[in-house]
């Protein structure tokens, strides 16, 4: 106990003489654990509007479905046959009341100058036992000719009541709006639905409309009970043989989880992206406490000498760095719940207002331990480096020491490289850790950019994808998904760029710092300030060609994870080729940036510095 | 023309709360082509500042300085670093060697960057290295070296390229009594090239080779002594508790 009060005291005070160093990573982390808690809030965040429906029309518990193609004559014998069966759901003793069977007539409906294909679902004007659809506009089916639209089909038509819509060719007018848990909205929810009388039916009948099956829906006393009365009638579920129709049963839960597929579908794209990033802030935290344990080392050193303890001098940075994972997992998971429900409200199927699901612990888990997984990578190689070294070892030197030649330097010092060149290649290849270190960082960073640019080819792709004929309104909403999808992906891009950016920001900075004495030294010899510039871009540009030769096939192979031969190919050569070289571009003029700064200092200063 | 430096009225500030420390307060100071000249006083007092300053390590304040005749106070940092791949070896207290490199890589980075080859280099290197009694350590890093080994590869690095003048701030701080002897041989070597040599010392036995002693107090020369042939160390140090300074 005091040795962690200890470790926290030292820790407090770490943070507080390096503010910058903090919040560079409590940055890096936070990015992760903000895209990884949208994610989480998002999940779930169409549940609660969903479920104020389902109470509010006493939606069903199991429903019982028969489809046939409407082009298809249809096994008329078996329909009867299965609708004769389906009398035996509502006699078990667990159904506490009954919807249905509603007969489902298949025709056209005329949107936007275009046909749709629809669905009307007869219905007397009720009540009902069990999904009794609620009315946001005009009245419900009564007397008289008319049809009410389910309200996605109403706001895509922009049609409210006392309007005409045209089904079959012909105009009806409009009763009323309704929703319901029955059917998802249109117009990502296809066909799109009204519902009609009896007598409406047979018009519309007599208009070419032809039956495409029957819904029939049941109460249970104890709705957690749906799976298992599904599971005890399945024989009633038809979905093979020769005939095409198929018939099933669907629990009020699994059609809960299907009714949003759009927020779902962002939601596992923003779920992937967080663990991207979260997979880069791993590498972006390792430069960055690698770099700190370097210019520490000596202050490991005087900690052991006073007598504290390995396992303490290990406390000390797990105490600092978890305590950032800490704020970045509540600053993540605030975020997320800020945030999702304003990504979620632009959602085409969403029956209400989202609402954030409640913050579970395991949500909290899931977002903290990534947060604390990166930090425990990225602390305790370096963390365990420093205690191994011997205690005399680590106050007198500034870093680890170089490794000793090897045969490549010779090779390009004898191949003619000129000075500064044979300086940085000598500075890489003599500190192998610090060079995959940051190689590993950089990779990550390319690999991921590499991915965001096949996601947004493909995404291009299957946005100028020909629309199917007769689907205009519902492919007009998939466009919008595509977009949100695009825009989500531009943003990761951005992200990635940015913590690609911080990345070699962090490398670059660490990497001057490092050099900064021996250039000084260079400099007293008689090296110009350009000179030791180069020496330090040359040094690091070994770390980003092994990045650019590592991370472009790695971020194919990533994208080939990811696509599974769903998506379009990507055609990405020529951006590949640009990003190999605008990479190590960049790089090294991240990198000259405080090579120059130092360059200009005056050397005996810069002599003394640790 | 003998002058190798002249330094005119050299000042050096640092700033501080309140006012400014002069390190370096308006010091004149001329040496001559193979004169070698030491430089003793309290730890603090500038002696280091004073040689980074007539290195171009760091810049004056004021005064003007003067390196093998031409007027160099106002050089850039590039200007500087070119005029000393010639001009100027530094032996450092710290040593300062580039610790990627190994010893024999040090040694040889001067005549490297001065543009000669690199087999010329190694071969130079290997010879002064060999001269200190090092040479079966050329191939190891600074990390591997005790801190004498380390001094010796730091008075063969400011050497090998032959300067007109080599500042060297403590250049036996480190070394037992044998080696000591063999780096006051070799900078006994410089004064028949006629090269310049300026020592920061503590050591009376060092500073009594020299022909002059400059003793300095709070950033300023409060005494030059001049050392005749085969002055003894206690005559130094009699002469330094003659001002009240260290030795």
Known sequence: MRSLRLAGRLAARNLRRRP??????????????????VAMSLYGSADQPWNRVWRATDGFHVSFNVYHPPDEPGDRALVERLRRRASQLTRAPEVVGVGGPWTHL?????????????????????????????????QWLGQGDGVVLESGLAATLDAAPG???????RPFPVRGVAMTVSRGRFPLSRPAQVWVTPQTGRRLRQLGMTPEGFELQVRLADPADAAAFADAHRSLEVSEGSSSLIAFLETWQHRRAESHSDIDILAGTLFAVGTLIAILTIATAAVLIAGRMAAQ??????LKAVGVTPRQVVLVLLVEHLAIAAAATAIGLGIGRLLAPRIAATSVTLLGTPEPPPLTWTRVAIVAAVAFAV???????PALRGIRQS?????VSGARPPRRPGRLARLVANLGVPLPGVLGLRSAWRRPGRLLTNAAGLTLGVAMIVVALALRDSLELLAHTPPEPGHAASDAAVTVL????????LGTAGLLLLLGTINAVIVATFAARDAARNHAVLRALGATPRQTVTALIVSQLGACA???VAGIPLGLGLWSLMDGGDLPPVRLPAALLLLAVAVPVAFAGIVGVPARLLARQPVAPLLAYE | MNQVIEARGLVRRYPAEGSPIRAVDGVDLTVEAGETVSVMGPSGCGKSTLLHLLGGLERPDAGELYLGGQRVDGLSETQWAVLRRGSVGFVFQAFHLVDELTAVENVELPVLLLGGSRRDARRRAMELLERLGVAERAGHLPDRLSGGERQRVAVARALINQPLVVLADEPTGNLDSRATGEILRLFAELREARQALLIVTHDARVASTAHRLLTMRDGAIVAQTRLGAGTSAAAVLASLADLGGEG
Not at chain 1, 115 to 138: C, H, I, K, S
Not at chain 1, 163 to 169: F, H
Not at chain 1, 297 to 302: A, M, Y
Request: net charge negative; no cysteine; proline share 3%.
């Open chain 1, 546 to 548: 092994i990045a650019v």
């Open chain 1, 482 to 489: 595509y977009d949100q999808i695009r825009a989500i992906i």
């Open chain 1, 391 to 395: 205690t005399l070892r680590s106050l």
């Open chain 1, 375 to 381: 930090v425990l990578l990225g602390t305790v190689r």
């Open chain 1, 106 to 138: 298949y025709g056209r409906i005329q949107i936007a100058g275009g046909d749709e294909d629809l669905t009307a679902e007869l219905r007397d004007p009720g009540p009902y036992q069990v999904d009794q659809p609620l009315v946001t506009a005009g």
């Open chain 1, 163 to 169: 309007d005409t819509v045209t089904l079959q060719g």
């Open chain 1, 297 to 302: 080392i000596r202050q490991v050193g005087t």
């Open chain 1, 20 to 37: 910058g160093q903090a919040l560079l990573l409590l940055l890096t982390l936070t990015i992760a654990t903000g895209v990884l808690g």
